[in-house]
């Protein structure tokens, strides 16, 4: 069931999608901005400090990852080690050992401790060293930390999603900053000093932010999954996965998941961030096929999805053993974009087809697509676009997703709830026609009783006449045999014989016709008839119930009419079709039953093969029944002519009064009837009737 979204919601959704569109560009061009060079030397200061180091960082590849400490000390910082040339350290998908030069110099004129940001989430190895200055060839070095992808969380010195070794410097020191690192994923490394201060007010700020967002949003959809399922709205399930795993994977990117979830699982944690990622992809194109309904309304897209689902499962049960390989890197996200493309053509599907909330589900749709653009974006342009920026988009996407996902599935509900009051209203309906039928059926006994009763008198009256007739009837014969052209007393007793019959057949017979029934009933009425003879004179009955007129839907005369010769047609093997209609006509229900019924069955008894339909169309003020059939059809002349009284079609059996019955009764009752014919075409039949 479709509804229309009301205009503020509509304007709404709009504004949605197009909100989402200038932030893609805000970040897109904050992201293409360029950072200037320097490769000099960090003055770190006290107070509220902090300074980005990629553009003091210079780097070297070690491919083989054996080249030791002391080795890379031995080595010309400016001529083997390459500048830093874009905003951040990033290396894209390379599995060599990288290692960072960042020369620093205390400021200040007192000793002093700083924090080295090192924002990596997933190592596989990772070793800061201090090396101070010095003039001998050997410089003396400090180690700060050295971790791989075995130690667990409680192995860091400092209970932080990254890592934040200090750097302590005397007044006026210089030292170099010597760093060694290597990913099984994206080598991107945001590294930032700070003072303390700076330091635990910033990830605080961000604690409080990603853990609000994570927080509300969970909760949002949980109980937004709970209720929906309660209500019987089965895709609220996939989308609860698809969120929840959504937040999963921002939280496991932040790396709070090896903090707090799996902290003894350091391998799990290098390697989870492509199964978690692929499970939310999957679980993404399962909610996006069942809120459109892909499987009735788009089964292309429904296959198309389906097959993405199942590429996903087995690139996600494959990660394990290809995580390090870049060409299965590089395809995984080529092909989650695909499944981004999939999952917007969805919503647009959806807006095209005029479903509830699709505006809603189209603003969500840009607001994750962008995400995981953005994300994709960053893997494939290693050092222009930070992560962290991508993640703080995700986490306001995923928030605003389930806002609007929250709107669209509640416009769903809204047309599926409309739908169900209009199932249940039209049963109503039903009911109220099958309780008119049944009506109209104990009326008909009743009407087939007093019928019987009436032929029994009836029956009575006959048989007293040929009993009176008996004797007439032999006084002719025996005259006859006496008669005599001469004989005038012969003829004037057949001729008192004759007059005799005569009077006794005109005073039987037509006190069955309806104005002598009416004039008895009425002298029963005023000579005080008792109300069982009055059962007996159908014809004053029918003459008062013909002659007023009702309010009733035109689907109770059509539905008798259709009830009452399927049978009839089905034994001619011939498809009786009736065309439901709404219309309210004001006829005489009697009347118009009298007429359908008369046109149905010439229409059957003349079509040996074909169909016969039965339908309304609406013509201004009133409404016209028509009934088509596929019969032989007739020309003009045959259908003059079966318009006369006691004139019959080319089929044996009838009186020839049908369509003289049906033009009449239209006229009396101010309906019009029309016929039309065609010779090897069939027969059209119209009748135009009055609507409410």
């Known amino acids: 069931m479709l509804i229309r979204l009301v205009p503020p919601l509509r304007r709404l959704a709009h504004l949605a999608v197009l909100a989402c569109a200038i932030l893609c560009a805000t970040i897109t061009g904050t992201a293409a901005a360029s950072t200037p060079q320097d490769n000099g030397t960090v003055n770190l200061k006290a107070g509220d400090f902090a300074r980005a180091l990629a553009p003091y960082t210079r780097y070297l590849v070690d491919d083989g990852k054996d080249m030791s400490i002391d080795q890379i000390l031995r080595l010309d910082r400016d001529r083997e080690f390459n500048p830093v040339k874009t905003k951040l350290v990033d290396f894209g998908f390379n599995r060599a050992r990288f290692w960072l030069r960042i020369p620093v110099k205390n400021a200040t004129t007192e000793k002093a401790t700083w ?14 060293y201090l090396v101070h200055a010095a003039d001998t060839k050997q410089p003396r070095y400090d180690k700060l930390l050295d971790y791989d992808e075995a130690s667990p969380f409680a192995d860091r010195l400092l209970d932080y999603r990254y890592f934040a070794p200090d750097i302590t410097l005397g007044p006026d020191e210089r030292a170099e900053i010597l760093i060694a690192y290597s990913s099984k994923q994206a080598t991107q490394v945001p590294l930032s000093i700070e003072t303390p201060e700076h330091f635990l007010k910033r990830i605080r700020g961000e604690d409080l932010m990603n853990w609000s967002l994570l927080v509300l949003l969970i909760g949002m959809t949980i109980v937004s999954t709970v209720y929906l399922v309660a209500l019987g709205f089965h895709t609220a399930v996939y989308y609860g996965a698809y969120v929840l795993l959504s937040a999963l994977y921002l939280f496991h990117t ?20 492509a199964p978690i990622g692929l499970a939310m992809v999957a679980s993404g194109s399962l909610f996006a096929r069942s809120f459109v309904n892909a499987p009735e309304h788009f089964p292309k897209l429904n296959r198309l999805l389906l097959a993405t689902v199942f590429a996903v499962i087995a690139l996600m049960l494959a990660s394990p053993w290809f995580i390090q390989n870049d060409v299965y890197k590089t395809g995984s996200l080529l092909f989650v974009i695909v499944c981004a493309v999939f999952y917007f053509a969805a919503g ?33 342009t290693p050092g222009e676009f930070n992560q962290d920026i991508a993640g703080l988009y995700g986490r306001y996407a995923l928030f605003f997703e389930g806002i609007a996902f929250s709107l669209a599935i509640f416009l769903h509900i809204q047309a599926m709830r409309k739908a169900h009051d209009d199932t249940l209203l039209r049963e109503i309906e039903t009911t109220r026609e099958k309780l008119a039928i049944s009506e109209a059926l104990q009326k008909a006994q009743k009407d087939h ?12 009256r006959l048989a007293t006449t040929a009993h009176d007739i008996k004797q007439p009837l032999m006084s002719l014969r025996m005259s006859l045999m006496r008669l005599k052209a001469d004989d005038e007393a012969a003829s004037a007793q057949i001729s008192s014989s004759f007059d005799y019959l005569d009077e006794l057949v005109r005073s039987n017979l037509e006190e069955t016709t309806p104005t002598t029934q009416a004039g008895h009933a009425a002298d029963r009425e005023n000579t005080g008839g008792t109300e069982d003879e009055d059962r007996l004179d159908p014809h004053a009955e029918v003459e008062t119930r013909i002659g007023e007129l009702e309010q009733f839907p035109v689907m109770v005369v059509l539905n008798n009419v259709g009830a009452m010769f399927r049978e009839e047609a089905r034994q001619k093997s011939l498809t009786l079709k009736l065309i439901p209609s709404s219309a309210v006509v004001e006829s005489q229900p009697v009347a118009l039953m009298r007429i359908v019924s008369n046109l149905v069955s010439n229409a059957i008894k003349y079509t040996d093969e074909g169909s016969v339909l039965i339908g309304c169309r609406r013509k201004g003020n009133s409404v016209c029944i028509e009934i088509h059939d596929t019969g032989p059809g007739m020309d003009k002349a045959e259908l003059a002519r079966v318009m006369k009284p006691y004139e019959r079609g080319n089929k044996p059996g009838g009186t020839g009064l049908g369509l003289a019955v049906v033009a009449e009764l239209a006229r009396h009752y101010g309906m019009t009837f029309d016929i039309t014919s065609t010779p090897g075409a069939g027969t059209v039949s119209r009748l135009t009737v009055p609507l409410n």
């Open 115 to 128: 924090k080295l940001a090192v924002e990596l989430p997933y190592i596989e190895h990772l070793a800061v």
């Open 449 to 460: 009783e007093k019928a019987l009763a009436i032929a029994e008198a009836r029956r009575a």
């Open 348 to 380: 647009l599907l959806a807006v095209r087809r005029g479903q509830a909330g699709a505006w809603f589900f189209l603003a969500a749709s840009v607001a994750i697509i962008s995400t995981i653009l953005f994300g994709i974006y960053g893997y494939l």
């Open 254 to 273: 932040d790396g709070y998941a090896f903090q707090y979830l799996w902290p003894d699982w350091p391998i799990w944690n290098s390697v989870a961030v």
